[in-house]
T-cell receptor, first 111, second 116 residues
Framework: ELKVEQNPLFLSMQEGKNYTIYCNYS?????LYWYRQDPGKSLESLFV?????AVKQEGRLMASLDTKARLSTLHITAAVHDLSATYFCAVQETSGSRLTFGEGTQLTVNP | DTAVSQTPKYLVTQMGNDKSIKCEQN?????MYWYKQDSKKFLKIMFS???????INETVPNRFSPKSPDKAHLNLHINSLELGDSAVYFCASSQGGLAGNQETQYFGPGTRLLVL
């Protein structure tokens, strides 16, 4: 059974600081997704990483994938309050369309 | 235009009742999903349909029954509701549902179910 673990689960940081969220998974996969969820809202797709070494950037967020280490990172640069949300990674099984989600990282950016 | 829509948005009901949640997508996708998000925000897939055919059927109580009348709609019927069914239920859709394809899933707004 595919397991996906994120850490940290809770992250409180100051505006302007950098930090990284980690996503580890237990079986072979080369398709990993990052989603954002604001309180009381739906999930919004942020990044799709489809191969080893893939790196995607959007604004202050950058995601990368290392399939050999079974690790993805979501790096936050110079955080701003608007980035406060819960971030989920999700791993797609190689045999189908099923996504297994991590527990989510609740990010709070303080002024 | 809303891509993935769900109704109702909120549902408050008594234990033992039967209720349905409806989902529609206008993205032309072939695959639709139901997820349950618990109070700790953990997301777990329940069911998935590809072109009206059930392809993922997780271990959920058989009180939960999905129905897909066509590939743009996936409904969830829940019988004999229990307190533990209280959660947010998300519908999602994706393009193909086939092995090996990139499968960004687009989520609906969620249905907040509270069983009293």
């Amino acid at each position: 059974e595919l397991k996906v673990e994120q850490n940290p689960l809770f992250l409180s940081m100051q505006e302007g600081k950098n930090y990284t969220i980690y996503c580890n998974y237990s079986t072979t996969s080369d398709r990993l997704y990052w989603y954002r969820q604001d309180p009381g809202k739906s999930l919004e797709s942020l990044f799709v990483l489809l191969s080893n070494g893939a790196v995607k950037q959007e604004g202050r967020l950058m995601a990368s994938l290392d399939t050999k280490a079974r690790l993805s990172t979501l790096h936050i640069t110079a955080a701003v309050h608007d980035l406060s949300a819960t971030y989920f990674c999700a791993v797609q099984e190689t045999s189908g369309s099923r996504l297994t989600f991590g527990e989510g990282t609740q990010l709070t950016v303080n002024p | 235009d809303t891509a993935v829509s769900q109704t109702p948005k909120y549902l408050v009901t008594q234990m033992g009742n039967d209720k349905s949640i409806k989902c529609e997508q206008n993205l032309g996708h072939d695959t639709m999903y139901w997820y349950k998000q618990d109070s700790k925000k953990f997301l777990k897939i329940m069911f998935s349909y590809n072109n009206k055919e059930l392809i993922i059927n997780e271990t959920v109580p058989n009180r939960f029954s999905p129905k897909s009348p066509d590939k743009a709609h996936l409904n969830l019927h829940i019988n004999s509701l229990e307190l533990g069914d209280s959660a947010v239920y998300f519908c999602a859709s994706s393009q193909g549902g086939l092995a090996g394809n990139q499968e960004t899933q687009y989520f609906g707004p969620g249905t907040r179910l509270l069983v009293l």
